[in-house]
């Protein structure tokens, strides 16, 4: 009787919470410049794709712990936690391609990000066509214990690893956070790629003596509009020679390395980060909005873990009376 107030309790916590981070993404976050409400997406994008990790973190776990004490109850965890994965990675996906046709006009570009994660839901997405597939129950749950080990092993590389070692990409490089830092991004001559949330395209480089200097297409958020900015680098020097200022952006743009043999330059802003989350408001909707993902994650686990485990018992009852 306890367990059921608490979990009413919860459950009604939980609503809660998350109507009042949907209320407070339009109506407590003000409008980013240059994308308006579109830019309020980071509210969900992000933290569906933190839960994701967690969720096949959790099923990982479960994973191990069905083939050391062969319970089915720990497969069941472990099914109900690849599935919310495999449902919070697809939101993070969907959110992801909705932010990028807005940003950038174009939903699906085979971006380094975008491929990583397509091929994270076909693994996941296999993991349940094996399931599938094999019909004694306990060699199922071998099997997919097994597979689900394997395919966690591939999710830090694929989330975090391999989108990094690309450096042409239309996913920001530059975190959403106050303070945080700016690599730079290098760029052959015609490749694109992101600086914070510009979007810059290094369109050819011109050497006069051991002056360099690099025609760069910049495009603001939404594509409210495209500039040829021209900064340059001196091989003398080893440094930057100007930074040009990106039109109506607090941001100059430096030519940081260049070698004008390979056709390549490493560009950065003098500001770094976007500013999105510097506004204190959305700061804090944002890491309520991933304290709620979180809980509602855990909320459907449970949930779904114990529908798992009715099933099971249904399928021993009808093998008994068989």
């Not at 570009?109 to 399931?131: E, G, H, K, M, S």
Request: aromatic share 10%.
């Amino acid at each position: 009787m306890m367990a059921q107030r608490v979990a009413s309790l919860s459950k009604l916590l939980i609503g809660l919470w998350m109507a009042g981070v949907t209320i407070a993404t339009f109506v407590v976050i003000p409008s980013y410049q240059g994308l308006g409400d579109a830019g309020r997406i980071v509210i969900l994008h992000v933290p569906t794709a933190w839960v994701a990790v967690v969720a096949f973190t959790v099923s990982a776990v479960f994973s191990g712990l069905y083939l050391w004490r062969r319970r089915t109850l720990d497969d069941d965890k472990a099914t109900a936690a690849a599935e919310c994965g495999l449902l919070f990675t697809l939101l993070a996906t969907l959110t992801g391609m909705f932010f990028s046709q807005v940003a950038w006009g174009v939903a699906w570009n085979w971006d380094p990000r975008q491929v990583t994660i397509f091929i994270l839901l076909l693994i996941y997405a296999a993991l349940f066509a094996l399931r599938s597939a094999v019909d004694e129950p306990e060699r199922r749950r071998t099997l997919a214990a097994v597979y689900s080990l394997f395919a966690f092993v591939t999710m830090p590389f694929l989330m975090f690893v391999a989108p990094r070692m690309a450096e042409s990409t239309l996913h920001p490089n530059c975190a959403f956070i106050q303070g945080s830092d700016c690599d730079g991004i290098s760029l052959q001559v015609g490749q694109v790629g992101l600086l914070g949330d510009h979007k810059v395209q290094l369109l050819a480089l011109r050497q006069q003596g051991n002056l360099v200097t690099a025609e760069v297409r910049v495009s603001a958020p939404g594509l409210a509009r495209e500039d040829v900015l021209a900064p340059s680098f001196d091989l003398a020097t080893g440094s930057y020679a100007d930074r040009p200022t990106i039109p109506e952006q607090r941001f100059t743009l430096a030519l940081e390395q260049v070698d004008p043999a390979s056709g390549t330059a490493r560009l950065n802003i003098e500001a770094p980060g976007t500013g999105l989350l510097a506004n204190q408001r959305t700061l804090w909707v944002f890491l309520a909005a991933n304290v709620g993902f979180t809980a509602l994650f855990v909320w459907m686990f449970l949930l779904r873990a114990r529908v798992l485990g009715l099933e099971t018992q249904l399928a021993r009852r009808k093998v008994a009376l068989a």
